[in-house]
């Protein structure tokens, strides 16, 4: 079964760091692209990266870029989010997402919550 | 960025009629139609109910149907059921960044 599951988030000041991680399992990690999508409160999804299958290349959403950086551990089958600089408005749940070969997003974790407050 | 515009934000539905939900985007999507739904239940994570305007994803009911072409796009229901209650989102991946409709509630009278 193809599972996803994400760790990482919490409270943490503007200002501030936090590194996501999303552990997949299921799959052929390296073969696919793995996006991160995220959900303020009450609000609807918004795209925040992707990095590609077989070493493709990295995106980023313009309100990220430049702060936060995706990557992945294939020997660890894991994905990253590092998130610097962390605002108030990217208080959020962060979803792991993966792509098919498609490039629709097939399979989604359950998400892991980011607050940044003082 | 191409910006993804979704008719009606809500609608309510009596359960066995029909429901529509358009999709417009800012710019022509004709290239390789990279257009998908997902819809969002209560409490759950999202999951992919088509692609490519109108492929169903594996496991969604045939009541769902997608269409269109161009900037407008549309899913259907046929005959709405209570498990659908839920918000729906239309997105784009023609081009980066990837973007997401505004999300169309729908609710079961």
């Known amino acids: ?18 590194r996501l991680s999303c552990e997949a399992s299921g799959f052929t990690f390296d073969r696919y692209d793995m996006t991160w999508v995220r959900q303020a409160p009450g609000k609807g ?10 070493g493709g290349g990295t995106y980023y959403a313009g309100s990220v870029k430049g702060r936060f950086t995706i990557s992945r551990d294939i020997s ?7 998130m610097n600089s ?16 498609e490039s629709y997003m097939d399979v989604w974790g359950k998400g892991t919550t980011v607050t940044v407050s003082s | 960025d191409i910006v993804m515009t979704q008719t009606p934000l809500s609608l309510s539905v009596t359960p066995g009629e029909p429901a529509s939900i358009s999709c417009r985007s800012s710019r022509r999507l004709d290239e390789v139609i ?3 739904w997902y819809v969002q239940k209560p ?12 492929n169903l994803a594996s496991g969604v009911p045939d009541r769902f149907s997608g269409s269109g072409s161009g900037t407008d796009f549309t899913l259907k ?20 960044p990837l973007t997401f409709g505004q999300g169309t509630r729908l609710e079961i009278k």
């Open chain 2, 77 to 96: 229901i046929s005959r709405v059921e209570a498990e659908d209650v839920g918000i729906y989102y239309c997105m784009q991946r023609v081009e980066f």
């Open chain 1, 45 to 54: 999804l918004e795209w925040v990266s992707l990095i590609g299958g077989g």
């Open chain 1, 76 to 82: 660890k089958n894991t994905l990253y989010l590092q």
């Open chain 1, 1 to 18: 079964e193809v599972q996803l599951l994400e760790s990482g988030g919490g409270l943490v000041q503007p200002g501030g760091s936090l």
């Open chain 2, 43 to 54: 409490g759950q994570s999202p999951h992919v109910l088509l692609y490519r305007v109108s």
């Open chain 1, 86 to 101: 962390l605002r108030a408005e990217d208080t959020a749940a962060y979803y792991c997402v993966k792509r098919t070969l």
């Open chain 2, 34 to 36: 990279s257009l998908d």
